[in-house]
């Protein structure tokens, strides 16, 4: 099992940036692709952004392309998701997860509880 807790949600105008951080415990953390999704109101759960066990693969949806970045400490359990230039459109829950590799959430075997980004106009 792998236990995933989201960090640094809120509220941020639009042009604003937020870093989400996801600490991961349990089994091996190195060992696991990891992936952020998230799920605005009324609309399915979609990729953003993930990247492999070691950090030399990233991959974005085409949404958030030039404006996210995603990294991981492997040393820390931790992956981060950098988000600059936030559009009103970004406002959702943010989830991360364990597993991959690639876009679609099946691939994914574990998740967090989520963390809501707010982007005000």
């Known amino acids: 099992q792998v236990q995933l807790v989201e960090s640094g949600g809120g509220l941020v105008q639009a042009g604003g940036s937020l870093r989400l951080s996801c600490a991961a415990s349990?089994?091996?953390?190195?060992?696991?692709?990891m992936g952020w999704f998230r799920q605005a109101p009324g609309k399915e759960r979609e990729f953003v952004s993930a990247i492999n066990w070691s950090g030399a693969n990233t991959d974005y949806a085409d949404s958030v392309k030039g404006r996210f970045t995603i990294s991981r400490d492997n040393a820390k359990n931790t992956v981060y998701l950098q988000m600059n230039s936030l559009k009103p459109e970004d406002t959702a829950v943010y989830y991360c997860?364990?597993?991959?590799?690639?876009?679609?959430?099946?691939?994914?075997?574990?998740w967090g509880q989520g963390t809501q980004v707010t982007v005000s106009s």
């Open positions: 349990g089994r091996t953390f190195s060992n696991y692709g």
């Open positions: 997860a364990a597993g991959g590799p690639g876009w679609a959430l099946h691939n994914y075997n574990y």
